[in-house]
C-alpha cells in the first residue's frame, strides 16, 4: 500500500481549515492543529486525519505536537492558516501571541518535523489600498498600519527569514468566501440590503468600495497546486490567492437586490461626509435600546470609503498555472448564496454568525494548560484530603483498597475531568462516570462516596487555580469548566444507582465487562485527556491497539 503524504493545517478547526480538511482528506495524513475538539468544531471522523488539540502560542503542547508526528513518521508539508482577527480595529494581544509569536512556534515547529515546504497564509488586506490606477501584486509590501496587518507583515518577515533552513511560501488570501457566505462583512452587508430596515438601501459613498473575493474551493485548489508542485518552486515566494481586479460594493448591491427582489433597487448613496454622524446615530440608537442590532460598521472603516485593493495576479496565475475558477467568482455565485439563504435561512444565519466570533484565547485552553501543570499538586492535595478524613467520615472505604488502585483511580478521574474540559464534551465524563460508578457499586460503595469525591476534586481544583492570577478572573468559567461539569456527575451517579439493580442483578455486576481493570481504564481515558485524541465514538479499540497507541 502505497503511503499517503502527510500534512499539517494549523488553524484546522476553523473556516478555511475545515474546508481544506475536506478536500484533501482522501490524499494526504493530516495533523490538523486547532485550540477546539473535533467534535466542538464538528469536523467529522476520517482515517487519514489526527487531531492534535494545542495552542500555537503554547510552545511547551507544540513541542509535544512535534514529537507526535514524528512518531508517526513526520510530515512532509505545514499549512499554518491559524491568526487572531477582529473588526474592532483595537489592539489585542492575541495580535503578537497568535500571528508573531504563533507563527514563530509554528516554523521552529516546521524545523523539528524536517517539513518539505511550510506554506504561510498571509493577506491582501494587509496592504494598504493603492493610489487610483495602481494594483497590488506579490511585490508590494504589506504596508497597512493597523495591528493585524502589522502582525502579517512581521509574520512574512519571520517566514522569509527560515526560507534558508527550508523552503517557504507566503499565500495572501483575497477574502474567502463559501456558498454560505462564511464572509463576515458580506453577510452583513446581504443581510442588511436584503431586508426591510431603514438603512436597507444605503451604499457609502458612490459605491466603488472595492476589494477582491476567491471562493474557497479555489483557495482550496490553489493550496493544493502549490503542494503538488512544490518540487518546482522556488525556495521562497510570494503568490496572490486571489482574482485580478475588485469587486465594488454597488456591483454586489444590484446583483443581490435584483436578484432577491425580482426587480432593480435604487441604492442611497451616503455621503463620506456624513458617514460619521449617520454611525454615530446608529450607536446612539442602539445604546438607548431603540434599535436590536449592534452596529456592524466601524468608525475606522470610513476611510475607506470608495477605495478600491485592485489585485492584479498574474504573476501566481504564471508561476502555478493556476486560476480561478470562472464560476466562483463572486459576480456570478452570489446566485449560489442568495439561494442558500433562501432556502436555510436559519443554517444561513448560524454559520454565518460564527465567523464573527473571535476568541483571543479559548478559557478551556488555559483551565486545561493549568491542571496539566498543576497535576501532581491537585492529586496529592485531593488523595491526602479523602485518606486523611476522619475515620467516621464517608470516605472509610478508600482506606480499604490498596494503594495503587486508589492512586489509580483518583488519577483516572482527575484525567477524565481534563478530557471534558479539553473537548467541551460533557458527555465524556458522563459516559466514564457511569463505567466508574458501576465498578464501584459492585465493590460495596455507596453513592454519597463518590459524589462525596467528586465534590473534593470540585472544591480543591477550583480553590487552587482561582489562586492564580492568570485565573482569577475567569472565576465564572472556573464554576462552569470544574464546578458544573462535577455537579452533572453526581447528578449522573444518583440517577445511575437509583436504576442500577433494576436493569443488573447484582451477581452480574461483578462479572460485566463494564468492570474494565483500573489500569486499562486509566490509560483509556489518558488518552481522552492527551492533546492528540483518539475518540471513543470513533474506535472500538482492543486493550492491545490502545496500549500501543499510547506507546
Known amino acids: ?3 499517503l503524504p502527510s500534512i499539517v ?4 478547526s476553523g473556516f478555511i481549515g475545515s474546508y481544506l ?4 482528506k482522501e490524499d494526504f495524513k493530516i495533523f490538523a492543529i486547532a485550540r477546539r475538539s473535533r467534535k466542538e468544531a464538528n469536523i467529522p471522523y476520517h482515517q487519514n486525519l489526527h487531531w492534535l488539540q494545542c495552542d500555537i502560542s503554547n510552545w511547551v503542547t507544540l513541542n509535544e505536537a512535534a514529537d507526535y508526528i514524528n512518531k508517526q513518521g513526520g510530515t512532509d508539508f505545514v499549512v499554518h492558516l491559524a491568526a487572531f482577527y477582529d473588526f474592532t480595529y483595537k489592539d489585542n494581544t492575541a ?8 507563527t514563530k512556534n509554528m516554523l521552529d515547529f516546521s524545523a523539528l518535523v524536517k517539513t518539505k515546504r511550510f506554506i504561510f497564509a498571509s493577506s491582501i488586506a494587509a496592504c494598504e489600498f493603492p493610489s487610483y490606477g495602481n494594483v497590488i501584486t506579490e511585490k508590494t509590501s504589506p504596508d497597512a498600519n493597523y495591528h493585524y496587518a502589522i502582525s502579517k507583515k512581521l509574520g512574512e518577515v519571520l517566514v522569509k527569514n527560515y526560507s534558508d533552513r527550508f523552503p517557504c511560501t507566503i499565500v495572501r488570501f483575497a477574502a474567502v468566501y463559501s456558498d454560505w457566505c462564511e464572509f463576515a462583512p458580506l453577510y452583513k452587508f446581504l443581510t442588511s440590503w436584503l431586508s426591510k430596515k431603514l438603512e436597507s438601501k444605503i451604499i457609502g459613498g458612490k459605491g466603488e468600495s472595492a476589494i477582491p473575493y476567491i471562493h474557497i ?6 493550496l493544493k497546486t502549490i503542494i503538488d508542485r512544490t518540487s518546482e518552486l522556488l525556495p521562497f515566494d510570494v503568490y496572490n490567492a486571489s482574482p485580478n481586479g475588485s469587486i465594488s460594493h454597488k456591483e454586489i448591491f444590484e446583483i443581490s437586490t435584483r436578484y432577491f427582489f425580482g426587480e432593480m433597487i435604487k441604492p442611497i448613496h451616503l455621503p463620506k461626509l456624513l458617514a460619521y ?4 446615530l446608529k450607536r446612539l440608537l442602539k445604546s438607548f435600546k431603540l434599535v436590536c442590532d449592534e452596529p456592524f460598521e466601524q468608525f475606522w472603516m470610513i476611510r475607506y470609503i470608495d477605495k478600491k485593493l485592485e489585485v492584479d495576479s498574474s504573476y501566481t496565475q504564471s508561476v502555478l498555472n493556476w486560476l480561478p475558477t470562472a464560476r466562483y467568482h463572486l459576480t456570478r455565485r452570489l446566485l449560489f ?6 432556502s436555510h435561512p436559519d443554517e444561513w444565519r448560524v454559520k454565518n454568525e460564527a465567523t464573527l466570533k473571535r476568541f483571543a484565547r479559548r478559557t478551556n485552553l488555559i483551565i486545561y494548560e493549568k491542571m496539566i501543570e498543576q497535576k501532581e499538586v491537585l492529586l496529592t492535595k485531593i488523595s491526602e484530603i479523602i485518606i486523611n478524613e476522619n475515620p467516621n467520615g464517608i470516605f472509610g472505604r478508600y482506606r480499604e483498597m490498596p494503594l495503587n488502585d486508589f492512586q489509580c483511580y483518583m488519577s483516572a478521574l482527575y484525567h477524565l475531568l481534563l478530557a471534558t474540559i479539553r473537548s467541551s464534551d460533557r458527555s465524556l465524563l458522563l459516559k466514564y462516570i457511569d463505567d466508574i460508578a458501576i465498578r464501584r457499586f459492585a465493590e460495596g460503595f455507596e453513592p454519597n462516596i463518590l459524589c462525596g469525591t467528586l465534590k473534593v476534586f470540585s472544591d480543591t ?8 492570577k492568570e485565573l482569577s478572573n475567569i472565576k465564572q468559567e472556573l464554576y462552569d469548566n470544574i464546578g458544573l461539569s462535577l455537579q452533572i456527575a453526581q447528578d449522573e451517579v444518583e440517577d445511575l444507582y437509583d436504576n442500577l439493580v433494576k436493569k443488573m442483578p447484582i451477581e452480574m455486576i461483578s462479572k460485566s465487562s463494564l468492570l474494565p481493570d483500573c489500569k486499562e481504564l486509566q490509560k483509556m481515558i489518558h488518552q481522552l485527556s492527551a492533546f492528540y485524541q483518539v475518540s471513543p465514538e470513533d474506535f472500538n479499540l482492543t486493550s492491545a491497539e490502545l496500549q500501543n497507541t499510547l506507546k
Open 9 to 12: 493545517i494549523t488553524g484546522a
Open 461 to 468: 481544583i477550583i480553590h487552587h487555580l482561582s489562586a492564580y
Open 277 to 280: 454622524p449617520a454611525l454615530v
Open 337 to 342: 448564496l442568495l439561494e442558500k439563504l433562501k
Open 1 to 3: 500500500m502505497t503511503q
Open 95 to 102: 495580535y503578537k501571541n497568535v500571528n508573531v509569536d504563533g
Open 21 to 24: 480538511i475536506d478536500y484533501i
Open 217 to 222: 474551493r479555489d483557495l482550496c485548489q490553489m
